[in-house]
C-alpha cells in the first residue's frame, strides 16, 4: 500500500480518482504544527533562534492519523504544496514518520492525472534549503512582532500590532495617502478641432511643440483657436505604418489579483479563495506564483489548440517568451488551464459562477499570451491651419491576432480617403479646459502590484497582507479604494520616526526578500541573516528605550 498525503482535504477526492488502485489518500488540512502565539516563543538568548513548535490546537487526531497510516503502508508520498510553505508542512510531516527512509517529497503543479502520475514516479527528497527559508521568515516576523508591537502600543493606544511587511504595506498606503493630500491641481487648454472630408468628420487635436498638447496660457490657446478660424486648412502629410500590439503575459498571482480587482471587483483575499477552488478541482495550475514560465508540453498543447482553432496565421513564428522577473521562482509556472479546450469544464461540477468566470479569464489570457500580435495601421495626418498644426489620427485592424480572445481590442478610428494637398472644411474648433489629478488611492490590484514591483511580501502573502491591514483598522475601504485610517496615520509615523532606516525602509525589505530567497536556494546562511537582522533590531530597540527613560527622568524632580 501507497499513502499521498496532501494539505487540502478538498483535493482528497480528486486524486482518489487519479491515482491507481493501492494508493491511501490522507489530508493535514493545513499546517499540523506552529511557533505558538502567547508569546514570542523564539530562543534569543543562545543566539541560534530556535523556535517553540507545538502541535496546532485540535490537530493531534489528524496527526495521529497520518502517523498510523504511514506505518502501515510501504511508501508515502508528500504532495504539499509547491512552495516555501509547503515545504515547511511537509518537514512538519516528516517529522512525524519514524520509517523516514520510505518517505518522498513528490511535487505537482496541476491536479491532473499526468502531472500526479509524474510526480510519484519522479519523486524528490525533502529541500531543507526551502524549510529553512521559511523558518528564518516566521522567526523575523516574530522578532518584528513581538519587541516592536508592544514599544507600538504604548505610543499608539489604538495600534494592534506592527509587522516586518506588513507594515510596510501600510508605508506604501500612507505614502499614497500623503501624495494625494499635497497635490495641487494645474489647469491647462488643449484645442480640439473638427473637419470635414467629403461627406464625414475627423476629430483632431492642436499640437504643440513638446507633443504634450497641452497649453498653460489660456490667452495663448484663444489666440490659436483664433489663427485656426481665420484660416485655410490643408494637409500637410499623411503617414501610415504597420504596428504590432503584442499580447499580454500570462496571470501570475499578482496580475490575477490586480484583473479580478478591475474585473469582477474582488478582494485579493476572494480572488485567492476562488483561484484555490479551481485550483482543487484540476483546472488551473498552483496559483500562487511569480512566474511567466511556460512548460513545453502546455506550450506545444496551446499550440495546437491555436491553430485548430483558429488557423495557422494566429500562431506566432517563434515561441512567445517573456521577461523574467526579478526573484520569480523559475521553477513555478504561470497560472494557465490544466486545458485548453473550453469543453473541460465538466458542467454540475459542484464549482460556482464565480470559479468558472476566473478560470474562463485565466484561460482566455493564457491562450492570448501564446498567439500572434494584432497588426494595427495607424495614419497620422498634420493639418496646416495658419500659424498652427492639427494632428488627426486613425486606426484599424488588419489582424486580429491574439484580440480575438479578448474583449480589448480597442476602438478603431477610420479616416476617410485623404491625401496631401487636400484643403479641408472647418467645422468647429474651442478651447477646453482641463486639470491635473493625484494619483488614484490603491485597490486590491494596485496594491498588490506595487508590492510585487517593490519587492515586497511573496505571492501567498499579499492577499493576507492587505487583509490585515483592514483588519487592524489601519486602513479602510471607500469604494473599491483603500484609504488611511487615523489610526493607520499614527502607526506609520511612530514606526517611520524610530525605524525608518531598519525594517519600514522599502529597499530593506526588499534586499531581506532577496536574502530569504538565497537561504532556500542554499547561498546564504539563516542564522548569519537572522543574527545580523536581529542585532540591528535590538539595538534600535535599546536606543528607543534609553530615550524614553531619558524623557521620564527629565520629568522627574531630583
Given at each position: 500500500?501507497?499513502?499521498l498525503?496532501?494539505?487540502?482535504?478538498?483535493?482528497?477526492?480528486?486524486?482518489?480518482?487519479?491515482?491507481?488502485?493501492?494508493?491511501?489518500?490522507?489530508?493535514?488540512?493545513?499546517?499540523?504544527?506552529?511557533?505558538?502565539?502567547?508569546?514570542?516563543?523564539?530562543?534569543?538568548?543562545?543566539?541560534?533562534?530556535?523556535?517553540?513548535?507545538?502541535?496546532?490546537?485540535g490537530?493531534?487526531?489528524?496527526?495521529?492519523a497520518?502517523?498510523?497510516?504511514?506505518?502501515?503502508?510501504?511508501?508515502?508520498?508528500?504532495?504539499?504544496?509547491?512552495?516555501?510553505?509547503g515545504?515547511?508542512?511537509?518537514?512538519?510531516?516528516?517529522?512525524?514518520?519514524?520509517?523516514?527512509?520510505?518517505?518522498?517529497?513528490?511535487?505537482?503543479?496541476?491536479?491532473?492525472?499526468?502531472?500526479?502520475?509524474?510526480?510519484?514516479?519522479?519523486?524528490?527528497?525533502?529541500?531543507?534549503?526551502?524549510?529553512?527559508?521559511?523558518?528564518?521568515?516566521?522567526?523575523?516576523?516574530?522578532?518584528?512582532?513581538?519587541?516592536?508591537?508592544?514599544?507600538?502600543?504604548?505610543?499608539?493606544?489604538?495600534?494592534?500590532?506592527?509587522?516586518?511587511?506588513?507594515?510596510?504595506?501600510?508605508?506604501?498606503?500612507?505614502?499614497?495617502?500623503f501624495e494625494?493630500?499635497?497635490?495641487?491641481?494645474?489647469?491647462?487648454?488643449?484645442?480640439?478641432?473638427?473637419?470635414?472630408?467629403?461627406?464625414?468628420?475627423?476629430?483632431?487635436?492642436?499640437?504643440?511643440?513638446?507633443?504634450?498638447?497641452?497649453?498653460?496660457?489660456?490667452?495663448?490657446?484663444?489666440?490659436?483657436?483664433?489663427?485656426?478660424?481665420?484660416?485655410?486648412?490643408?494637409?500637410?502629410?499623411?503617414?501610415?505604418?504597420?504596428?504590432?500590439?503584442?499580447?499580454?503575459?500570462?496571470?501570475?498571482?499578482?496580475?490575477l489579483?490586480?484583473?479580478?480587482?478591475?474585473?469582477?471587483?474582488?478582494?485579493g483575499?476572494?480572488?485567492?479563495?476562488v483561484?484555490?477552488?479551481?485550483?482543487?478541482?484540476?483546472?488551473?495550475?498552483?496559483?500562487?506564483?511569480d512566474?511567466?514560465?511556460?512548460?513545453?508540453?502546455?506550450?506545444?498543447?496551446?499550440?495546437?489548440?491555436?491553430?485548430?482553432?483558429y488557423?495557422?496565421?494566429?500562431?506566432?513564428?517563434?515561441?512567445?517568451?517573456?521577461?523574467?522577473?526579478?526573484?520569480?521562482?523559475?521553477?513555478?509556472?504561470?497560472?494557465?488551464?490544466?486545458?485548453?479546450?473550453?469543453?473541460?469544464?465538466?458542467?454540475g461540477?459542484?464549482?460556482?459562477?464565480?470559479?468558472?468566470?476566473?478560470?474562463?479569464?485565466?484561460?482566455?489570457?493564457?491562450?492570448?499570451?501564446?498567439?500572434?500580435?494584432?497588426?494595427?495601421?495607424?495614419?497620422t495626418?498634420?493639418?496646416g491651419?495658419?500659424?498652427?498644426?492639427?494632428?488627426?489620427?486613425?486606426?484599424?485592424?488588419?489582424?486580429?491576432?491574439?484580440?480575438?480572445?479578448?474583449?480589448?481590442?480597442?476602438?478603431?478610428?477610420?479616416?476617410?480617403?485623404?491625401?496631401?494637398?487636400?484643403?479641408?472644411?472647418?467645422?468647429?474648433?474651442?478651447?477646453?479646459e482641463?486639470?491635473?489629478?493625484?494619483?488614484?488611492r490603491?485597490?486590491?490590484?494596485?496594491?498588490?502590484s506595487?508590492?510585487?514591483?517593490?519587492?515586497?511580501?511573496?505571492?501567498s502573502?499579499?492577499?493576507?497582507?492587505?487583509?490585515?491591514?483592514?483588519?487592524?483598522?489601519?486602513?479602510?475601504?471607500e469604494?473599491?479604494?483603500?484609504?488611511?485610517?487615523?489610526?493607520?496615520?499614527?502607526?506609520?509615523?511612530?514606526?517611520?520616526?524610530?525605524?525608518?532606516?531598519?525594517?519600514?525602509?522599502?529597499?530593506?525589505?526588499?534586499?531581506?526578500?532577496?536574502e530569504?530567497?538565497?537561504?532556500?536556494?542554499?547561498?546564504?546562511?539563516?542564522?548569519?541573516?537572522?543574527?545580523d537582522?536581529?542585532s540591528?533590531l535590538?539595538?534600535?530597540?535599546?536606543?528607543?528605550r534609553?530615550?524614553?527613560?531619558?524623557?521620564?527622568?527629565?520629568?522627574?524632580?531630583?
Amino acid at each position: 500500500m501507497k499513502l499521498l498525503i496532501l494539505e487540502s482535504p478538498n483535493k482528497v477526492k480528486t486524486l482518489y480518482k487519479l491515482l491507481p488502485d493501492g494508493f491511501d489518500v490522507i489530508a493535514s488540512v493545513g499546517h499540523i504544527t506552529h511557533i505558538p502565539p502567547d508569546k514570542m516563543n523564539i530562543n534569543v538568548s543562545d543566539g541560534l533562534f530556535r523556535p517553540v513548535i507545538k502541535p496546532v490546537p485540535g490537530k493531534l487526531n489528524i496527526m495521529r492519523a497520518i502517523r498510523d497510516k504511514a506505518a502501515s503502508c510501504d511508501e508515502v508520498f508528500i504532495c504539499t504544496d509547491p512552495d516555501r510553505e509547503g515545504e515547511r508542512i511537509a518537514w512538519d510531516i516528516l517529522c512525524l514518520i519514524k520509517d523516514k527512509s520510505k518517505v518522498k517529497r513528490a511535487e505537482f503543479h496541476e491536479i491532473t492525472k499526468k502531472a500526479v502520475t509524474k510526480a510519484v514516479a519522479n519523486p524528490r527528497e525533502l529541500d531543507m534549503d526551502m524549510v529553512n527559508s521559511q523558518f528564518t521568515r516566521q522567526i523575523l516576523d516574530r522578532l518584528i512582532g513581538y519587541t516592536v508591537s508592544p514599544m507600538l502600543w504604548k505610543n499608539v493606544r489604538e495600534a494592534k500590532s506592527a509587522g516586518r511587511v506588513q507594515s510596510v504595506a501600510l508605508r506604501l498606503v500612507a505614502e499614497r495617502e500623503f501624495e494625494i493630500e499635497s497635490f495641487t491641481p494645474e489647469v491647462f487648454w488643449d484645442i480640439p478641432v473638427t473637419f470635414k472630408i467629403g461627406k464625414e468628420e475627423v476629430e483632431g487635436i492642436v499640437v504643440t511643440k513638446d507633443q504634450k498638447n497641452r497649453i498653460d496660457d489660456v490667452e495663448v490657446a484663444n489666440l490659436a483657436k483664433k489663427f485656426i478660424e481665420e484660416s485655410k486648412p490643408i494637409v500637410k502629410t499623411v503617414v501610415s505604418k504597420m504596428m504590432d500590439r503584442s499580447p499580454k503575459p500570462p496571470f501570475d498571482t499578482a496580475s490575477l489579483q490586480k484583473q479580478a480587482s478591475s474585473t469582477f471587483g474582488w478582494s485579493g483575499k476572494k480572488t485567492m479563495e476562488v483561484a484555490q477552488k479551481v485550483y482543487e478541482a484540476g483546472y488551473c495550475t498552483y496559483h500562487r506564483t511569480d512566474s511567466f514560465v511556460v512548460s513545453d508540453e502546455a506550450y506545444e498543447s496551446c499550440k495546437e489548440f491555436i491553430e485548430s482553432e483558429y488557423g495557422p496565421n494566429y500562431v506566432p513564428e517563434t515561441r512567445p517568451v517573456y521577461s523574467k522577473k526579478s526573484r520569480s521562482q523559475e521553477a513555478h509556472e504561470c497560472i494557465r488551464p490544466t486545458s485548453m479546450s473550453r469543453a473541460s469544464w465538466v458542467e454540475g461540477n459542484d464549482l460556482g459562477k464565480d470559479e468558472q468566470a476566473l478560470y474562463d479569464m485565466i484561460r482566455s489570457r493564457f491562450i492570448a499570451s501564446q498567439m500572434a500580435s494584432m497588426k494595427i495601421e495607424k495614419t497620422t495626418v498634420i493639418v496646416g491651419c495658419g500659424k498652427c498644426n492639427v494632428v488627426v489620427e486613425g486606426k484599424s485592424v488588419k489582424f486580429d491576432g491574439w484580440s480575438i480572445m479578448s474583449s480589448l481590442q480597442g476602438k478603431e478610428v477610420f479616416l476617410p480617403k485623404i491625401e496631401k494637398g487636400d484643403v479641408l472644411e472647418l467645422v468647429n474648433v474651442y478651447v477646453k479646459e482641463h486639470s491635473t489629478r493625484p494619483s488614484d488611492r490603491f485597490n486590491d490590484g494596485t496594491l498588490v502590484s506595487k508590492m510585487e514591483k517593490e519587492g515586497v511580501g511573496r505571492p501567498s502573502t499579499w492577499a493576507v497582507l492587505v487583509d490585515t491591514l483592514l483588519e487592524r483598522g489601519y486602513v479602510t475601504k471607500e469604494g473599491k479604494n483603500f484609504k488611511l485610517t487615523y489610526t493607520g496615520r499614527k502607526v506609520y509615523e511612530f514606526l517611520m520616526s524610530k525605524f525608518d532606516t531598519f525594517f519600514m525602509d522599502i529597499g530593506f525589505t526588499s534586499a531581506m526578500e532577496d536574502e530569504l530567497e538565497n537561504i532556500s536556494q542554499g547561498e546564504s546562511d539563516r542564522l548569519k541573516v537572522i543574527r545580523d537582522f536581529y542585532s540591528r533590531l535590538d539595538e534600535l530597540i535599546n536606543a528607543e528605550r534609553n530615550e524614553a527613560w531619558a524623557r521620564l527622568s527629565g520629568q522627574l524632580s531630583d
